[in-house]
């Protein structure tokens, strides 16, 4: 491709409150469920990114913005 890029987007579709959602069946989802609902209260408390996935070590954070998205 010869040219640079000028637009890229992103969609998302069939979102859903957590409420509606199922429970999940077997107890490694249960796990896992919990583990992502604990890191979540802990960037809730702390900010953001305050504790992440280890799969995201060494690569470039984008932190939201009101106005677009910023790196870390």
């Given at each position: 491709w010869p040219y640079s890029?000028?637009?890229?987007?992103?969609?998302?579709?069939l979102l859903t409150?957590?409420?509606?959602?199922?429970?999940?069946?077997?107890?490694?989802d249960q796990k896992q469920e919990r583990i992502l609902q604990t890191m979540d209260q802990i960037n809730k408390?702390?900010?953001?990114?305050?504790?992440?996935?280890?799969?995201?070590?060494?690569?470039t954070i984008i932190r939201p913005e009101v106005n677009g998205y910023t790196k870390l």
């Amino acid at each position: 491709w010869p040219y640079s890029v000028r637009f890229a987007g992103v969609w998302i579709s069939l979102l859903t409150r957590k409420k509606y959602l199922p429970r999940p069946l077997f107890l490694n989802d249960q796990k896992q469920e919990r583990i992502l609902q604990t890191m979540d209260q802990i960037n809730k408390t702390y900010g953001d990114y305050t504790i992440y996935p280890a799969t995201l070590i060494n690569q470039t954070i984008i932190r939201p913005e009101v106005n677009g998205y910023t790196k870390l």
